[in-house]
C-alpha cells in the first residue's frame, strides 16, 4: 500500500510495451502529472511532442493477461491556470452538406484560450473575446481524456485512437472518483494515462476539451483471474461499460454487449432478468464522435442494481 | 384558443395525408387518446391492427409548407394499469457475435407484462415472475413514441420510422410538459400521435418501452414563415434537436447541425459563439437504436443560453 | 400475352398506392416512356415536376401480398440525344475533411451536358468544354435508376430514396436483358419505373448517371405465393440480390442474407453448401453512395451454381 | 538491382518497427516465402502461431517519412497443396436478426479443406464431402492478403486489421502482376507481408478465403519526396485506391479521396475533369467485410485515362 511520487520524464504518443515508468504493487497509489494534449506542462512549456503525449507506462506486480486492472482516481486536478480548446464543431459531427459552411478557422488560428480557475470551480473563456457570446463560463469537471494498458498481441496504438485497450476515449466519466476497469493483455498491465481536460463538452464535437496539465493521484488494483472485454468503470450512482469503434453503432453494441456480460457474471442476473433489467435502466452517453474510434457508454444506476438484488430471492 | 375532445373512430399505420380527423386552429387545445403500439386501448381491447396506430391526422387551419407546427404536451397520462414490454435487448444493440447468445423467447412467449399504477407513479414487473431479479419497480414517466406531420412529397411513411417529418421516434423527452416543433409540409400539417410508454429506457434497446394506451392533451401554434430542417423541442431545462437516421453517427449528425442552425438563427450567435457554446455545452441523448431509423437528440441547456445572452452586448 | 403501348399522361415523385395508369396481366408487354430525373421528355421539354418522375403505375392483374413481380426488361433506349449529369462527386463519397475541397460549383451552373448517340453507342460530354480531360467518350449501357411496387404498410414512398420494394436504386444492372423479381405487398403490384441513364459510374458518387428520358418495353410475370424479402435479379451470366439502406455495411447485409435465402430456397443447396458456395463465389457491386439509402448488390456467378448443381448428387 | 533469397527465421502477427529480416535497396528483388494464416508452411508444419504471421520487416535503403514504396508483385504461387478455409458467412455480412439462423460449426469443425493444384490452376473443396453442392472447383488465383509497412506514430498494428499503412485488406487485386505504393512513415519502410489465399471471394465474408502458405517474389523501389495518403495499385486495366476503415461508407470515402487526389495530382486533371471523370469511370470493388476495419477499393481503367490524357490539350 505504498504512496509514490512520480515525476515523468518522457512521454509517449502510443500505448503498448514501451519500458516501465514506474513499478507499483496492487493497492499502491501514484502521485503524478500528466502534460496536456500538445505536450504542454503545468509551467505552460511544451516539454514533448505534440499528440496526446502520455505518463507511464506503469508496471503493476503481479498483473497477467487475463486478469483486471482496477484503477481508482483519487485526485485530478488542473495544474495551471491556461487552458485551450479547439473552436470549431468537427465535420464528423454534422452533416456531409454542411461541412462547407463551417466556420473553418485559420491554421495559424485553431485555438480558443480559456483561464482555469481551480479554487472558483470555472473555465472561462477568455480568447476569442469578441464573439457574440460574450462570456463563457463553464465549471471545472477534470477528467483524463486518455487512458489504457498495453494491448492484444503486442500492439502498439496511437494515443489519438481508443479500442478495448482504452485509448484516447474521451469520457467525462473518467473523473475523480471514479473506479476504472480495465483488461489486462501483458505482464505488468502497463497503465498509461494522458490528456487532461478540465471539461469536455459531450460527444467532444470539437475534437478537445478544454485541454489541460493535470495533478493526477490514482490507486491501482486487480481482479485476479478476472478477464473483461471492455473497459468498465464505476462511480457513485452508475457502473458503466465503454465501447470504442466506428460506426456510433458498433461503439454502442460493445458497450452494451459488455454491460450484459457484467451483469450476468457479477451480479447474479439470469438472462431474463438482465435484459429487462438492461432494457428498461441503461442510460447512454456520447463520449466522443470525433476519434478515429468514437466512444459511448452504457450507464446502469447502482439503484436499479441494488433494488433489483435486495428484492431477490 | 378553442378547447376540443376527440375520440378517434380510426387509427393510422402510417403518417401522411390521410383524410383528417379533426380540423383545429393555433392556440386550441385537445383532448383525446391513443391506443397503445399493438392497437389495444384503454379497456386492453384491441381495437385496431398492430404496429404503432397512431391518433389524427388533425389538420391545423392556416398551415402552410415552410411553417413550423409547434406542439405542446399539456398532459400525457396511462389510461389503463397493463403495460406491456418486449424481453430480450435486440440484435442491432449488441455485437454481431453476440446475437446467437441471445435468450430468444419462443414467438408466443415475447412479451412481458407489466402493472402501472399511475397515482403511485409507478410501473412493476408482473410476468415473468420467475426471473432472478424479484421485483422491478420503475417510475411512471409517460411519453409519445409516435409523432409527426405529413412529410416532404406527398409520402406516406409508416409509424415503424422515423425522419425529419417526425415519426416513431422513441425519444423519452416526448413528455409531458414539452414543446415539440415539426416542419410543416403539406397544407394543415396534418398532426399524428401514439405509441405511448409508461417509461422506457434510454436507447428503446429492446424494441419497446412499457407499451401503454395514453390520454393526451396538448396545444398547436404555428410559426408562420420560419421553416426548420429536423424536429426540434425545449423542456424547462433544454432545448433540443431530433436527428433520425442510420448509422448513429448519421442521426448524431442532423441533431447537431439543427442545432447549429438554430442557435445561430434564433439565438442570435455568431458563427464563433455557436460552435464555443455547442462544442463545450452540448449533451447527447440516445433515443432509440431499434427502429428502421436510429433517433439521436442533441441538448443545449437553457441556463448556458440565457447566461451567454445576458452577458452579451 | 398482349402488348401494349401506353403513353403516359401524368407521373408520380413517389411509389405507393397511385390510381393505376394501366391494368396488364402476367405475360403482357409494355412499351412505354420514361421522362429523365428532371422532367424532361424525349422531346427535351419538360412535362412534369423535377425530382425522378416515374411512369406507372402498372396493376398486374392477379398479384397479390406474398407473390413475387416478375420484370423483364426487353428494350431499353434513350430516347433523345441531350443528356445531363451532375459535375462534382458528393459528400457522401469523400472524406468528411475533404468535403470543404470539393470544386462546389454554382447552383446555376450544377449541370454538364453530354451528347448520346444511339446508333454509335456513345455518349460524349458537350459542356463543360474547358476541362482538361479534353474528350470525354463513354459507351452507351442505358439502365433504369428507378423502379419499384407499392410499398408495404400503405406506404407512398419518395422516388429519391430505395427500400425492400424497390424505388431509387441507380443500379447499372437494371438494364436491357435484365430480370427483376419485386417483393408484391398490394394487390396489382403496382409497378413503376423511370430516372433512366444513358450510362451511369458505378456507386453513383456524382449522385447522377447521365440522365435521359427512355423508350422502354418491358414483359411482366408474376410467381404465385412465391415471396421474396428484397429485389433480385438475373442476367445471362448472373443472379443477384439488392440491399438498400445505409450504412453500406447494412445495404450489404440485406444483399447477402437475401442471396443466402434465395440459394437455399430455389437451388437445393442445404446451409454447408450454400455458405461455402456462396463465401467464396459473391461478387459484390455498389450501385450508389448518394441517395437516402445506399444500394448493394450481390451477384453470384450462373456458371457457378450450374456447375455445382451439375456435379451435384 | 540485386536479387534476393530470403528464407524467414521468425514471423510477426504485427505491423511495426521490428528488427529487419533483410536490407534491401531500390531496384532489388526477393524471392521469399509465407506461411497461411494459421502459421503453417509449405510443408503444411505450423511453424509460428496463428493469426496471420507476416514475413518481414524489409528495410528499404534510403526510405524516408514522406516517400512512396513501390511494391510490384513478379510472382504469387501456392507453396503446397493443402488450403483452408471457414465454412460460414460471418455475422458481420448478413442482417442482425439473421445471426441466430447461420450454420454455427462446432468450434473444433470450423474449417473446410481445399485440395491446391497449381499446375491444373485448381482449388477443389475436399472437406466437408458431403454438402449438397457435389464438387466446388475453382480457379486459383493466388493473392496476398496482407502487407503493409510499419504505421505512422511508431504504432505495432495488429496483422488481424488495416489502416493507411495496409495490413490485412484481403484484396483480390493484390496478386501476381500488381504494383502497389504505400505511404512511407519509417526510416526503411519495413514491408511486411502474408497471409496468402489461393482463392479469395470478393467480400471474404467468411473471414478467410482458401489459406494457404506461397512462394513470393517482389521487387521494390521508392518514389522519393511523393507522398500518398493510403495504399494505391495498379495492373494492366486499372489504377486503384484502398481505403480501409469501418463502417464501408468511411472505406469508401477514403478510397475514393485518395483517387480524386492521385487523378489530381499525377494526371494533370483538374478539379472539374477530375471530377467528371472518376464520377462517370469508377468501379468499386468490395475487398473484405470481415476484419476490424473493412476495405473498399476504387478503381478506375486505365483506359479512360489513357484516352482522356490523348484527347487533352
Not at 515525476?7 to 502534460?35: K, M, Q, W
Given at each position: ?170 469520457y467525462r466519466g473518467f473523473c475523480e472518483g471514479a473506479t476504472i476497469y480495465l483488461p489486462v493483455f501483458v505482464a505488468g498491465a502497463l497503465f498509461h494515462l494522458g490528456d487532461g481536460h478540465a471539461w469536455q463538452g459531450q460527444g467532444e464535437i470539437m475534437g478537445t476539451g478544454i485541454e489541460i496539465s493535470l495533478d493526477v493521484e490514482f490507486t491501482v488494483n486487480l481482479r485476479k483471474g478476472k478477464g473483461i472485454c471492455w473497459p468498465r468503470g464505476e ?79
Amino acid at each position: 500500500m505504498a504512496r509514490h511520487t512520480f515525476e515523468p520524464a518522457r512521454y509517449f504518443n502510443s500505448i503498448g510495451s514501451h519500458s516501465t515508468a514506474l513499478t507499483i504493487a496492487p493497492g499502491d497509489t501514484v502521485a503524478t502529472t500528466t502534460v496536456d494534449g500538445r505536450g504542454f506542462d503545468a509551467q505552460d512549456n511544451q516539454v514533448t511532442q505534440s499528440g496526446n503525449p502520455v505518463t507511464g507506462p506503469f508496471y503493476i506486480e503481479g498483473a497477467e493477461p487475463g486478469d483486471t486492472l482496477v484503477v481508482s482516481f483519487d485526485k485530478l486536478r488542473p495544474s495551471r491556470r491556461r487552458g485551450w480548446s479547439f473552436k470549431m464543431v468537427w465535420p464528423t459531427a454534422v452533416e456531409p452538406e454542411y461541412v462547407r459552411h463551417l466556420p473553418w478557422p485559420d491554421e495559424s488560428d485553431r485555438l480558443a484560450t480559456w483561464e482555469v480557475d481551480a479554487e472558483a470551480g470555472t473555465v472561462e473563456l477568455v480568447r476569442p473575446s469578441d464573439t457574440s457570446l460574450g462570456a463563457l463560463v463553464l465549471p471545472t469537471a477534470p477528467m483524463v481524456g486518455c487512458l489504457g494498458v498495453a494491448p492484444i498481441r503486442e500492439q502498439v496504438i496511437s494515443t489519438r485512437t481508443c479500442s478495448n485497450h482504452g485509448g484516447n476515449m474521451d469520457y467525462r466519466g473518467f473523473c475523480e472518483g471514479a473506479t476504472i476497469y480495465l483488461p489486462v493483455f501483458v505482464a505488468g498491465a502497463l497503465f498509461h494515462l494522458g490528456d487532461g481536460h478540465a471539461w469536455q463538452g459531450q460527444g467532444e464535437i470539437m475534437g478537445t476539451g478544454i485541454e489541460i496539465s493535470l495533478d493526477v493521484e490514482f490507486t491501482v488494483n486487480l481482479r485476479k483471474g478476472k478477464g473483461i472485454c471492455w473497459p468498465r468503470g464505476e462511480n457513485n450512482g452508475y457502473i458503466f461499460t465503454v465501447g470504442n469503434a466506428r460506426p456510433l453503432d458498433q461503439a454502442t453494441q460493445h458497450a452494451t454487449t459488455e454491460m450484459l456480460r457484467w451483469i450476468q457474471e457479477d451480479f447474479e442476473l439470469d438472462p431474463a432478468g438482465a435484459h429487462l433489467l438492461l432494457g428498461h435502466c441503461a442510460e447512454y452517453e456520447l463520449a466522443n464522435i470525433y476519434n478515429p474510434s468514437f466512444t459511448m457508454v452504457c450507464k446502469l444506476p447502482k439503484s436499479r442494481i441494488a433494488r433489483s438484488q435486495r428484492d431477490g430471492p
